[in-house]
């Protein structure tokens, strides 16, 4: 393990840096075989100094930061590398009683903490954590100078999510101090814990509904890959609920490839299902059909979703692709204007929908053959 610096040696795209600032030798030794072993790459510095110097040199994508170090505070430490790269994600460690301290720490900018001894599995969990809210930060970022609508939402990100932090950190605290055995205490932090996660998912689709196509992150997508994927996620989620759905494919074999970012699809088809799945609050059949329409050469990919649910009203229809219209009692409204950014903005395909009142819904997706950030 490199315990001096990460140096320019196993610099492979998309590993992850962690630097462990802890004047614990062991301590720091051990978490830092453990993570490297989950694929990380580790540096480890015993003083604040050293953190900042390494930090300078190579920053890395998160820090694990002890409160108490040889010559400064865990505080001081925090501040000047937040100075330097405001990018860096931190998770504090802490010894017994420390809890208290950590929230001060938590509302200067650290994301998470964690009390010693530490458990690998809850410190994996807390690292992989702590690394998908920096990197929704560090997109909220590179989404500002868009349109007064684009600029906003980043805005709305930032004032929203950090409070969302906090509010789960403190949480955190709290429940590790309760009695879960007290039934109505249980529910409220159960209560709380799905608001939290919630708002943490209107944030995200507010972003999701604004975030810029890359090119290159445009590769031959198997549309019938996506669809069994997505059913199944889809089925997991609602494994739970009473009501039961039948699901049935009819995927045309064999079935060309498109170019697509596959996140991209893939969500957009996850929303399309999810839809389906909520629209049959007392049960219903769901089914997804794919096909080849070879006119206009070089030929499209059409995807079917139906349901047996209610329908659509006439009067709503109009309003079905604009964003924030809904009409679920917890909806966001984004779900659908998301699946028109993606197919029709992003991917030069076509959506549109069949829908009567009683008989159900059928959203149809069209996907070009050809590479759509090369269309007109």
């Known amino acids: 393990m490199c315990a001096a610096c990460f140096g320019m040696e196993g610099m492979e795209t998309g590993v992850r840096k962690i630097l462990i600032v802890d004047d614990n030798p062991e301590f720091a030794r051990m978490a830092g075989r453990f ?60 010894g017994y009683g420390g809890e208290q301290v950590a929230i001060d720490f938590m509302k200067a900018g650290a994301l998470d903490f964690l009390s ?112 069994a994927i997505v059913i199944s996620i889809a089925s997991h989620m609602f494994q739970e609920s009473p009501q039961k759905v039948k699901v049935t494919t009819h995927l045309a074999h064999p079935l060309p490839k498109v170019q697509a970012n596959y996140e991209e699809v893939k969500q957009a088809f996850l929303n399309l299902v999810k839809n389906g799945f909520e629209a049959m609050e007392e049960g219903g059949e769901f089914t997804v059909t794919t096909t080849f329409k070879p006119d206009p050469n070089p030929g499209w990919v059409e995807i079917a979703f139906s349901d047996s649910g209610p329908g659509i009203r006439e009067e709503n229809k109009k309003y079905l692709f604009s964003p924030f219209f809904t009409t679920k009692l917890r909806g966001t409204g984004l779900g659908l204007p998301i699946c028109h950014r993606i197919i029709v903005e992003r991917h030069k395909g076509r959506i549109h929908f069949e829908s009567e009142e009683g008989k159900g819904t059928t959203m149809k997706v069209e996907l070009p053959i050809g590479h759509p950030m090369e269309m007109p």
């Open 35 to 94: 993570l490297e072993h989950q694929g990380f790459r580790i540096a480890i510095a015993d003083s604040g100094y050293k953190a900042v110097e390494k930090i300078q040199a190579e920053p890395p994508d998160l820090v694990l930061l002890d409160l108490k170090l040889p010559d400064v505070t865990g505080m001081e430490v925090l501040k000047r590398i937040k100075e330097i790269n405001d990018d860096i994600a931190f998770i504090i460690i802490t």
């Open 116 to 227: 010693k001894p530490i458990d690998n599995d809850i410190l994996l969990k807390t690292i992989k954590n702590a690394l998908k809210i920096r990197d929704a930060q560090v997109e909220d970022k590179q989404l500002k100078g868009y349109s007064t609508l684009e600029k906003f939402f980043p805005f709305l990100a930032h004032e929203i999510r950090n409070p969302l932090h906090a509010i789960g950190g403190a949480l955190a605290i709290i429940q590790r101090r309760s009695d879960l055995k007290d039934d109505l205490l249980a529910q409220s932090m159960k209560i709380i814990q799905e608001e939290i996660h919630h708002l943490n998912e209107f944030v995200q689709e507010c972003l999701d509904f604004v975030r810029p196509p890359v090119k290159r992150h445009y590769v031959e997508v198997d549309v019938n890959e996506v669809v």
